[in-house]
């Protein structure tokens, strides 16, 4: 079963508007851990946030900050003020703590920011 | 901090030659890294995970004895492709973590292409 759901292939958002990545997750652990990376063309994983299932607050960083709800099991990536260097994929992943360092990775979602 | 290199970025190579891939980390010592693979327009897959000193665990459908993995420092680990073939191109990222971190930092990765 994937453990990883990104449903949305593409995103268009206006410059300095905000949007909302969806990702949703299954697991039957407790401890896990969730994480957003960035990927602009040229291919490098740029580590965006991160989310610990026992993280009572929702996360934040600059510009993003992850829309946690354990009951749904959702984590999304929302960023404020879209700018144009934020044209990438995105790709939400999880690691579950009983298991090894591994991080299981959702399809991606590429997201355009236009002016 | 947690910043990753690799090189190279770029190779080219003929079907049935070696290439070896490096990945270090700059600013901190990596008790864990992580090959992956990835495949234009889809998500990371990972190959395996290698512990300093230690024997590399790969993921199952992955070659140990074509995808050769050394971790022989806190700060260096190499991905070889012993007599690479064309289907074994594609785009090698490797990412590192602290122990007792919970993110994994990721290199800007290696394009391979295999003539």
């Known amino acids: 079963a994937q453990k990883i759901t990104q449903t949305q292939p593409g995103m268009f958002v206006q410059e300095k508007e905000a949007v909302t990545l969806d990702c949703t997750y299954d697991?039957?652990?407790?401890?896990?851990?969730l994480f957003w990376y960035k990927q602009p063309s040229s291919g490098e994983m740029i580590f965006l946030i991160y989310?610990?299932?026992?993280?009572?607050q929702n996360a934040t960083e600059g510009r993003y900050s992850l829309n946690f709800q354990k009951a749904r099991k959702s984590a999304n990536l929302v960023i404020s003020a879209s700018q144009l260097g934020d044209s990438a994929m995105y790709f939400c992943a999880m690691r579950e703590f009983y298991n090894t360092d591994k991080l299981i990775f959702g399809t991606g979602t590429r997201l355009q920011v236009f002016p | 901090g947690a910043v990753v290199s690799q090189h190279p970025s770029r190779v080219i190579c003929k079907s049935g030659t070696s290439v070896k891939i490096e990945c270090r980390s700059l600013d901190f010592q990596a008790t864990t890294m992580f090959w992956y693979r990835q495949f234009p327009k889809q998500s990371l897959m990972l190959m395996a995970t290698?512990?300093?000193?230690?024997?590399?665990?790969?993921e199952q459908g992955v070659e140990k004895d074509k995808f050769l993995i050394n971790h022989a420092s806190l700060t260096l680990s190499t991905l070889t492709v012993t007599s690479a073939h064309p289907e074994d191109s594609s785009f090698y990222i490797c990412s590192a973590k602290g122990l007792g971190e919970e993110t994994q930092y990721f290199g800007p990765g290696t394009r391979l292409l295999v003539l």
């Open positions: 989310q610990g299932s026992y993280d009572e």
């Open positions: 697991t039957s652990d407790q401890s896990y851990g």
């Open positions: 290698s512990n300093e000193g230690s024997k590399a665990t790969y």
